[in-house]
């Protein structure tokens, strides 16, 4: 934590410099709710960017979940006014949060607001006013949890392109600074509310004396620290994983041998999998020490076409010797659909059909669809095959054969797996010609 006889403006410096960020030139978004951390950051970013050089933009959430949101915006827009800097105003409508908490939801939307309004105005950082008792709340919070080593990391100084320029500051020693100004701030009433963990911490255990002369705060700060040292040396790792992930042919879906699921430590894989289900579903998503429990469990003892709900919006299928991850979307097919002349796209496969002309022969609409059981098709051999032999001859898994289309005739006899069997590419067949290839699951 910074020394309390350095003044804050030399902090925000050195936790810029520390992080190699570079204010020359740039331009920060900085999230201001209005109470008197992102008060203070306001002013301070405000005044250095006279000497640094940096464009300044203000960004303000309305959640409606107060009556008297509203006087936050007004709030808002007349310090903006005073300090000559731009604001984007986002509003958000409580009734769309679903069975999520409020508390998830709020800062969920919030960020998403934050990142679009970065994107519109091209910024290059959003900050964030967070300081260090937020961080011994977080750290607090997570160990009553009974939350592991990678978890206490608790907020980190930078997060994509998110900061938090005050984390090595106190509220005390922002509220002695404040107070010098003599800037104004509004309270936001929902923080004495107890029925909130934190809150409860922040007006109980943190207040209490024997707590703060104790040194208990720096010390789960000091926890802190070394949990982000750990996490970093776990990202490290991690990569080795991510980069021996297969593509799946299913829009979404990536495979990892189950070996290096069961013998990489369960952080590293936790990051990993993280990285994976970001780049290749666009899913945020984090695992629970007993949930990951289970499922190495299902790694190693479940059987090939079994499925495990690793976490929300996302699955895990064991085939054969390898784990294919994939969102919880793909459960089901995609609906069967009827070919014309184009191009036509169904799950990770594209089909493009042309109508050739013969005399006296009237086009028949043939369609797309899943396979069914029983569906057989006939080789060039003359003999009838099942599909699902062919299938299970080119090794595909149970997702795969979800959703790996077969064409069939008007009625629904099957005619074509497109991809497999003897006619693998193309087909000609009354009055159509038909084309196949797979698209990258990345597309």
């Known amino acids: 934590m910074a020394d309390a006889t350095t003044h804050p403006a030399e902090t925000v410096l050195a936790f810029m410099r520390r992080q190699g960020i570079e204010l020359e030139s740039g331009h920060i978004v900085l999230a201001l709710s209005g109470g008197l951390d992102s008060v203070c950051l306001a002013h301070l970013l405000a005044d250095l960017r006279k000497s640094q050089k940096f464009d300044l933009s203000l960004a303000h959430v309305n959640h409606h979940l107060r009556a008297d949101s509203d ?13 000559q800097l731009p604001l984007s105003v986002t509003h958000l409508d409580p009734r769309a949060r679903g069975q999520a908490s409020v508390e998830a939801w709020a800062r969920d939307q919030r960020y998403a607001a934050l990142e679009k309004v970065a994107d519109q105005l091209g910024a290059d950082w959003i900050a964030t006013a967070h300081h260090a008792d937020d961080q011994v709340e977080t750290v607090l919070m997570r160990l009553q949890q009974g939350s592991s080593l990678l978890t206490l990391a608790g907020i980190r100084p930078v997060n994509g392109r998110v900061i938090r320029p005050l984390l090595e500051l106190s509220r005390a020693q922002i509220a002695k600074w404040a107070a010098e100004r003599r800037l104004q701030w509004i309270e936001d009433p929902t923080n004495t509310d107890v029925r909130f963990l934190r809150n409860s911490l922040r007006h109980g255990l943190l207040k209490d004396a024997a707590f703060a ?35 799946g042919s299913v829009k979404g879906s990536f495979a990892l041998q189950g070996d290096l699921c069961l013998s990489s430590d369960g952080d590293v894989m936790k990051l990993a999998l993280k990285a994976l289900a970001q780049a290749h579903m666009n899913l945020s998503t984090s695992f629970g020490d007993s949930h990951w429990q289970s499922f190495r469990q299902f790694v190693k003892h479940s059987s090939s076409g079994k499925v495990f709900d690793l976490s929300r919006g996302m699955k895990a299928l064991k085939n054969r010797q390898e784990v294919v991850f994939y969102p919880a979307a793909l459960g089901t097919s995609a609906a069967p659909m ?47 095959r099942l599909v699902s032999d062919i299938m299970m001859d080119a090794k595909l898994s149970v997702l795969d054969k ?14 074509w797996v497109p991809g497999l069997g003897a006619q693998a590419d193309k087909l000609q067949v009354d009055s159509w010609r038909m084309q196949w290839r797979q698209l990258s699951s990345m597309a």
Not at 230 to 242: I, K, L, N, P
């Open 402 to 415: 979800r959703h790996w289309p077969v064409v069939a005739r008007p009625g629904g006899r099957a005619v």
């Open 213 to 247: 002369e104790g040194g208990i705060r720096e010390t789960l700060l000091r926890l802190s620290h070394l949990a982000q040292r750990y996490e970093r040396r776990c990202a490290d790792a991690s990569a080795f994983v991510v980069s021996a992930a297969v593509p």
């Open 338 to 384: 009827v070919l014309t002349p184009g191009i036509h796209r169904w799950g990770g496969h594209e089909i493009r059909v042309d109508r050739s002309v013969h005399k006296g022969l009237a086009p028949q609409p043939y369609s797309l669809r899943a396979r069914r059981s029983g569906d057989k098709i006939r080789t060039r051999g003359g003999h009838n």
């Open 71 to 83: 006087v936050d915006e007004a709030f808002c827009t007349a310090l903006a006014a005073r300090l």
